[in-house]
């Protein structure tokens, strides 16, 4: 870590590039594909330990919560290129 500098100035300083999404509505799209990619890393796991109905249970979880996520993204205002 560089002398001067606090944690704060580093995730303000990641915030602030050009790789940071900057709307709410490309934050929900992100935290959507990690759900769908926890769900079927969720699935393989269970299976390749022979739980797979557990593993079922755990995923539809996973899976309502996806379903409500995309509700709520007409609700996000228009989209958006960035």
């Known amino acids: 870590m560089e002398p001067g500098s606090s944690r704060r100035d580093r995730l303000l ?3 602030s590039s050009p ?3 900057r709307n709410p509505r ?3 799209i992100w935290v959507m594909v990690l759900l ?3 769900t079927l890393a969720l699935l393989g ?6 739980f797979w109905m557990l593993g079922v ?3 539809a979880r996973l ?3 996806l379903i409500l996520a995309a509700a ?3 609700w996000l205002g228009p989209r958006s290129g960035g």
Do not use: D, K, N, Q
């Open 13 to 15: 300083g990641f915030l």
């Open 19 to 21: 790789l940071a999404p």
């Open 26 to 28: 490309s934050l929900l």
């Open 36 to 38: 769908g990619a926890g």
């Open 45 to 50: 796991f269970a299976a390749s330990a022979g």
């Open 57 to 59: 249970t755990l995923a």
């Open 63 to 65: 899976v309502f919560v």
């Open 72 to 74: 709520v993204l007409p």
